[in-house]
């Protein structure tokens, strides 16, 4: 059978195409994330019922992508699950319509079910269209439209908030403002639809036709330390949603401002998207190694561990660094995360690889999630011990992923 191949500007088109539908489903979801914990807070969950909510979510988000992402290669359904999963968004909107917080965490898991469903078809079918333009800087470029939605969405809360003005109690301002995603979410679908009658191809008809080295029938060992090294040091990373019910339990920023702290987040991880992306394609090229990359790694751990030391302060300062330390450390996971596994996992189970890494990664966000919203009611001083002790862990971990990834 003949393969079409995809051109460097019809790869170009690709992503942009795909990070405007991330761009605007950002919009969406990430908008709701700045105030989901507020929210949750004023239908009267406490901290360990939303570090549960967001943990559960989490792994929802990530574990389902196993099923998803075998299933996407088996039955080279990617732009089926990839639609799906984008469908299921419309739960955000309809967050305007909870009345008390057991329905509105059911609205906010059953999104993050819909992430789950699309995002190894999605990223699988990105991967090849990125293999054009240097996997870093393809995923690079899509994170980076990505996180300008994410700005976006938490400042419609933002200025809406600042507009109106809020109590901080009035669920009716929360609930108008989680109307507002209902425009969004009808772009996205338009768009996406664009996009599939514009490819409507499965990834392994858009590779570029290059010399390549013959893929491995088995995930290789790197595959595996990097999954191991990624699950302990997100163990320890915290949640937004729980840095954003400290900053408003504590009342130490407005209900305005907790948006905008996370819009500000979103903006550090799209400038670091694109440091990290450049430099990850630049360290494979001068090293010749597929795996050279995986030394930025080293970042996530060394940044992470000052989060929870300065973000359950009740220092403006203090808090406001975290804010920027916590948006570098997502720039450099979203992007070496996607990067890495095109890079590490053969095609024909690049959506299994893709499913398997974010089962671990969202156990980890699900269980540092509760761990953290139990330790915050019980003891502050205590969870950031913790939580500096699991990075330090994650520091081995990630010396014997290097020391394998670099005799490759």
Known sequence: ???????????????????????????????????????????????????????????????IRLLSGYYSDKMKAYWFFTILGYGLLFTIPLLSLAGIWQLAALFIISER????????????????????????????IAEVLD????????????????????????LSEYQTGYSFLWVPFVLLIIVLIFAYVFVKK?????????????EQERFSKVFWLYTLFSFVTTFGFVNFALIGYHLKVQGIFSDAYIPLLYAIAMGIDAGMALVIGKTYDSLKNKWKNDNAG???????????????????????????????????VMGTHETIMKSAIADITPLKKRGTGYGIFSTFYGLAVFGGSVMVGLLYDFSIPL???????VEIIALYFFYIMWKNSIQK
Do not use: C
């Open 202 to 214: 499965n990834p392994e008809v858009l590779e570029k036709t290059v010399v390549m080295k013959k």
């Open 383 to 389: 969870l950031i011990i913790i939580t500096i002790a």
């Open 147 to 170: 996180q300008i939605g994410a700005i976006i969405g938490p400042l419609i809360f933002t200025i809406f908030f600042f507009v109106v003005g809020t109590s901080g109690k009035a």
């Open 294 to 328: 995986l030394f930025l790694l080293l970042v996530i751990p060394l940044l992470t561990m000052f989060i929870p030391l300065l973000a359950f302060s009740m220092n403006y300062e203090f808090i406001i660094i975290s804010v920027i330390i916590w948006g570098m």
């Open 113 to 140: 079910m819909g992430k789950a469903l699309r995002t190894p078809a999605k990223d699988t079918i990105l991967s090849q269209a990125t293999k054009q333009v240097g996997t870093g800087m393809g995923f690079a």
């Open 1 to 63: 059978m003949k393969h079409l191949t995809l051109t460097k500007t019809k790869a170009l088109q690709l992503i942009f195409l795909f990070g405007l539908v991330s761009l605007l489903g950002d919009i969406i979801y990430e908008g709701a994330r700045g105030v989901n914990g507020p929210y949750l807070g004023i239908l009267g969950a406490n901290a360990a019922i939303i570090g549960f909510v967001a943990g559960v979510g989490e792994f929802l988000g990530y574990g």
